[in-house]
Structure formats: structure tokens, C-alpha cells
């Protein structure tokens, strides 16, 4: 009887929490409880199957398959976006969804690194409204500069980002790829170029494309890449993608190869030190790309589409 008692008390909190809105404070007041007897009566409710609380997902949200990626890759968040009809839909999908994450999620005092040759980062800043942070700093991780006639690229979309975020510019005034590991020498003494790869360690936000083995229109444009006979060599010794042109295998292990002293930019080592390294990339080009750097934990946040998604989930 006493049992049967609390079940209708524990009814008649429920129906007032969840079906007429009232307050816990409230309950208590009206019922003559204390606050935690409500909250201990509202636990019940669940524990007996009285209240069954269900998640009605909207359509184009995917929050199951964001925490099945979450758990089988061991990462902070997973974001998954419509795939689109085209390459256009998409990429304006993935740069939709990154500038919300960066407007929900920037901190002061940030300091954000961004590889400043992406298409997908560009589509970000293009959705991104103004979030004014104080003494945040964006600093380029990828060397900037490139033919003259893709340039302007990655100078506007390290500038954007800082107007929009009310941040400091730290420019990486040199190229992502040089021709030896002299030049490369030779540029890292420069002042300007050695300020920014100073900033490297102190980075705490990372905005990352994610690579396909073969480079995309708009870094290809800008001249830094490798020859057609140096990606081969990549492609024989198992690279299915890049981040800032550190490439990796399916399983996420770094390619080892004397390129790597030919660029100019931050190392992969240096990302995986980053408190929150964002890699932003979809569609089916990428989907071993994606793969291999979740399995190298060279990202810990992932935006990324649907089918990219069930791939990740199924391979």
C-alpha cells in the first residue's frame, strides 16, 4: 500500500515537471516537499518507466552516427552535415556547419592555427557571423605563400578569420613547399617566418583541411605541392592523405619520406599536442583520407557528411 502510495506521488510529480512545466522549487512548494524528495521522485519516475524520455531527431541531424564516430575513434565531437546533390552543396554544408562550431566554441585568449589552403576553411569564414574574441590571435600553420595568382587565397582567408574574430594576424610569410632542404633553411631564419612557427606550441584551436593523396584545385593553384612522380612515391609507400602536407597512411601512420624537410608548416606531432585540432572534409575523394587521420588521432574533432560518416563506421 505504502509503495502504491509513493507511485501515485511520484505520477503526480511527473505530470507536474514534465507535462505543466513547474519548477522542481515549485513542486516542492505547492506539495509541501523538500527540493531533493522532488528530484529523488522525478528519478523514480524514470527508474519505473512512468516518464520515458525520447529524442526526436530533426531531419538533417545525425546525432547517432556523431556518437558512434565519437566512441569507436576516441574523439572530443563528431559533427556529420547532409552530403548534398553536388560538391558545391557539400562544401557550403561543411563550411556551414564549422562556422557554428567556431561561433559555439571560441575561447578568449584563443590562439588559432588555420592551413590556410582549403576551400572547405574559405566556405567556413564565407558562413561564419562576427564573434569578437579578446587577445586571440590566428596564425598561419601552412606556409602562405604561393603563385601570385592563388595567393591572394590563403592572405584572405587568414584575414578574414581575423577580422571576424577580432584577432591579431600572424602571417607564415613563405612557401608550404620549397624546392631543398637549404631553402627551407634559409626561410626559416627569417624573422617573420620563425615569429610564427614560435607561435606553433602555443596554438590551442586547429582548423584543418583533410587531403586526398592528390592535392585539390585551389592548393594545386597555388603551387605548393609535389610533382606528379614525388605523389607516386607517396602512393608506393601506402599515403591515402595529407593534413598541412604530412602525409599518412590508411592506418594513420606517418609516411616517412625527405619531403617532409621541404615544408614548411607544423609537423603532425605539433597538431596531436593541440588541445582541439578541428579537421573539416567530406565527400567520397576523402573518405580514406579522413579514415587515416582519425586512426593516427591526428584530429580530435571531425565535420564531415553523411556518406562520409557510414564509411567511417562500416570500413
Request: with cysteine.
Amino acid at each position: 500500500m505504502e509503495d502504491t502510495e509513493e507511485l501515485r506521488l511520484v505520477t503526480k510529480v511527473a505530470s507536474l515537471y514534465y507535462e505543466k512545466n513547474l519548477r522542481q522549487a515549485d513542486i516542492a512548494t505547492q506539495l509541501d516537499l523538500s527540493q531533493a524528495g522532488v528530484s529523488r521522485l522525478l528519478k523514480r519516475a524514470k527508474d519505473e518507466n512512468i516518464v520515458r524520455i525520447t529524442v526526436a531527431q530533426p531531419l538533417g541531424s545525425y546525432t547517432r552516427l556523431e556518437q558512434e564516430i565519437e566512441a569507436r575513434y576516441n574523439i572530443k565531437e563528431a559533427i556529420v552535415v547532409d552530403s548534398g546533390s553536388s560538391e558545391a552543396q557539400l562544401l557550403r554544408n561543411l563550411g556551414a556547419a564549422a562556422a557554428y562550431y567556431l561561433e559555439t566554441t571560441l575561447k578568449p585568449s584563443e590562439i588559432i592555427g588555420i592551413s590556410c589552403w582549403s576551400e572547405t576553411l574559405l566556405a567556413m569564414t564565407n558562413a561564419m557571423h562576427p564573434v569578437p574574441t579578446k587577445n586571440a590571435r590566428v596564425v598561419q600553420i601552412l606556409g602562405g605563400v604561393g603563385n601570385p595568382s592563388a595567393e591572394a587565397h590563403a592572405a584572405h582567408l587568414t584575414r578574414r578569420l581575423a577580422n571576424l574574430t577580432g584577432a591579431q594576424t600572424v602571417m607564415l610569410s613563405a612557401p608550404g613547399v620549397v624546392a631543398s632542404k637549404s631553402a627551407r633553411d634559409i626561410l626559416l631564419a627569417d624573422s617573420f617566418v620563425s615569429e610564427a612557427i614560435g607561435l606553433f606550441h602555443q596554438i590551442s584551436l586547429a582548423l584543418v583541411g583533410i587531403g586526398a593523396r592528390t592535392p585539390s584545385k585551389v592548393l594545386a593553384s597555388s603551387g605548393n605541392v609535389f610533382s606528379d612522380e614525388e605523389l607516386e612515391t607517396l602512393s608506393e609507400k601506402g599515403a591515402v592523405g595529407d593534413i598541412c602536407l604530412r602525409f599518412f597512411d590508411e592506418s594513420g601512420k606517418p609516411v616517412v619520406s625527405g619531403f617532409d624537410q621541404r615544408i614548411i608548416g607544423m609537423t603532425l606531432e605539433e597538431l596531436k599536442n593541440v588541445r582541439r585540432t578541428v579537421g573539416i572534409a567530406g565527400g567520397k575523394r576523402k573518405h580514406a583520407a579522413i579514415k587515416g587521420a582519425l586512426e593516427g588521432n591526428w584530429v580530435n574533432v571531425l565535420i564531415t557528411d553523411k556518406s562520409s560518416a557510414e564509411y567511417l563506421l562500416k570500413s
